[in-house]
């Protein structure tokens, strides 16, 4: 079993990444694919609109395949809405939080109560950058509060942080946290350190494809260290159970 | 189908535990992976004081295998050029990397002019990488990027220099496209090839299956991160094979009748 939990579709490219996607899911035989659609980094009212709407566009084309997270913009008095329109009404599967505010802002903490309600995982892009780090970018420490203060939400930290040797230790002890692999950065070790770290059913398959390479992404779990099972908890095992809308274990302990 | 991996390293990369090798275990995960040989770089190399002890330890790490010695020079330092010759003489190099980012020139430098006429005079490649790591990550140190501009007007100064760039991203390969077409002897490996999807199959297409050679940056990267791309392009057998192999050996051909040239 193959699922990306973190792939994309951009603004004003609609068609060209969803060709982009098929033919991944095609060619590699990925099962399901985890999609948001991203625009500017701040964006209004219309615009989150627009690009849920195409998320769920492509969910009703290809609903074997694509699944969606509602993107949301907490600092917009609608979020709430949104994600309830998106959830309710669009069937999507998740929550997409990016760089318009820090995932720990307190306008976070009504949609994160929302997705507790729902059962559904929060998708948090986190991203250390030691140059040209974003305004309201989340790290590692950002999502820690988070899940320290909602222990049952599920929440997927993306990229590994960017920084696994950096990041990955403020959440460690969260077992609500999952971090995915998804990213553009690719170094040798990363996937083994953060299975060391959380341990092998808290780490996702992802690709942040059509921008990031899928078989960069793909290679760095085959050429791991990872035992047949970890590897397959990895590329799909936990994204399954995730994904299933039940509530994750209480906090504490360390990595399973 | 030969292959062989045109950028990779034994030694320790400061940074991560993960980042180091041996020649046995570079020998081992290129056996699974068929892949016979390749370029065989020091990381050591980038940050002793004397590089050239870097190189010796590789010389000895290498010995009994079929892997070439790619020398680590840094022209700046004093004599440092000087070393191409002993490197010839004494290991066999097959071409010579450089790291301005890291030692702190610029490709624009009376030095590196210098060391590329001692290039062309004992008839070797040059290994350019651009990165070797994402510059956005490590808080130790910050080696200063090589501009896509810089590298153009380098290249564009020493035609006649066989240069491979290493770690080249998808859009800067583009930006080379200029270069990269006039001119039969300039390269470029995969393991930047990070960006995008079917970058293979999109290079092949615009710039021919004669420029781009297989490389992993191993231990920095995965292998299999590189590999499987050209594994799964859609290109004919032949393309692969001077991807995996052909052009690589193009590159590392010596002059007729080239011998080493010391002193």
Redesign the interface.
């Known amino acids: 079993m193959l699922i990306d939990v973190h792939a994309h579709l951009w603004k004003g490219r609609y068609e060209d990444d969803k060709k ?1 996607i098929l ?2 899911a095609e ?2 035989h990925v099962d399901r694919f985890y999609i948001s659609s991203l625009g500017s980094l701040y964006p209004d009212r219309e615009e989150i609109e627009e690009l849920n709407g195409e998320t769920r566009a492509f969910m009703k084309e290809e609903p074997g395949l694509v699944s969606g997270y509602c993107y949301v913009n907490p600092a917009l008095e609608s979020s709430l809405d949104t994600l309830r329109r998106g959830i309710e009404d669009g069937g999507m599967s998740g929550m997409k939080l990016w760089v318009a505010t820090f995932c720990d802002d307190p306008r976070v903490y009504p949609l994160a109560e929302q997705c507790i309600r729902y059962g559904v995982p929060i998708l948090v892009h986190a991203f ?5 780090q974003l305004e309201f970018e989340s790290l590692g420490e950002n999502v820690a509060r988070l899940a320290a203060r909602y222990p049952e939400a599920k929440i997927i930290m993306a990229h590994l942080g ?2 696994c ?2 990041q990955l230790k403020p959440v460690r002890n969260l077992k609500n946290v999952s971090a995915d692999i998804s990213g ?7 996937v ?2 953060a299975v060391k770290t959380l341990g092998a059913r808290r780490v996702l398959f992802g690709s942040d ?12 779990v ?2 791991s260290g990872l035992t047949a099972e970890e590897k397959a908890l990895v590329f799909g095992g936990n994204a399954a159970r995730l994904f299933g809308r039940s509530r994750p274990a209480a906090q504490g302990g360390g990595k399973e | 189908m030969e292959r062989m991996d045109a950028n990779c390293l034994v030694g320790s990369w400061p940074f ?4 180091r090798s041996t020649a046995a275990e570079l020998r081992k995960i290129h056996g699974e992976n068929g892949i016979r040989c390749g370029c065989v770089a020091s990381l050591n190399s980038i940050f002793y004081s004397d590089p050239f002890e870097g190189e010796e330890e590789l010389h000895e790490d290498l010995k009994g295998t079929e892997y070439r010695q790619v020398m680590t020079v840094n022209p700046a330092l004093p004599g440092g050029t000087g070393d191409i010759a002993e490197g010839v003489r004494r290991f066999g190099i097959a071409g010579v990397r450089i790291y301005p980012g890291y030692h702190r020139y610029a490709l624009g430098d009376p030095c590196v002019a210098a060391l590329c006429a001692e290039l062309k005079k004992q008839g070797l490649p040059l290994f350019l990488p651009l990165r070797m ?7 130790l140190a ?1 080696p200063r990027p090589l501009p896509v501009r810089e590298v153009e007007s380098f290249l564009s100064e020493h035609r006649d220099l066989t240069a491979v760039v290493l770690g080249a991203r998808p859009h800067e390969i583009e930006s080379l496209g200029g270069e990269l077409r006039s001119r039969p002897n300039l390269y470029f490996d995969l393991s930047g ?7 293979v199959e999109r290079l092949v297409g615009e710039f021919g299956d004669g420029k781009l050679v297989y490389g992993s940056l ?12 050209v594994e ?1 392009a859609e290109i004919p057998d032949r393309s692969k094979e001077r991807i995996f192999s052909g052009n690589l050996l193009s590159a590392l051909a010596r002059p007729e009748g080239r011998t080493a040239v010391s002193g």
């Open positions: 982009t033919r991944l060619k590699y250390y950058k030691a140059v040209h960017a920084d040797y950096t553009s950065l690719y170094r040798r070790g990363e083994d350190y494809a059509p921008e990031a390479n899928f078989l960069v992404n793909r290679g760095q085959e050429e | 991560r535990k993960a980042g790591e994402d510059e956005r990550l490590n808080y910050a090839l990070k960006d995008g999807q079917f970058n191993y231990p920095l990267y995965c292998l299999k991160s590189s590999l499987l791309q799964t």
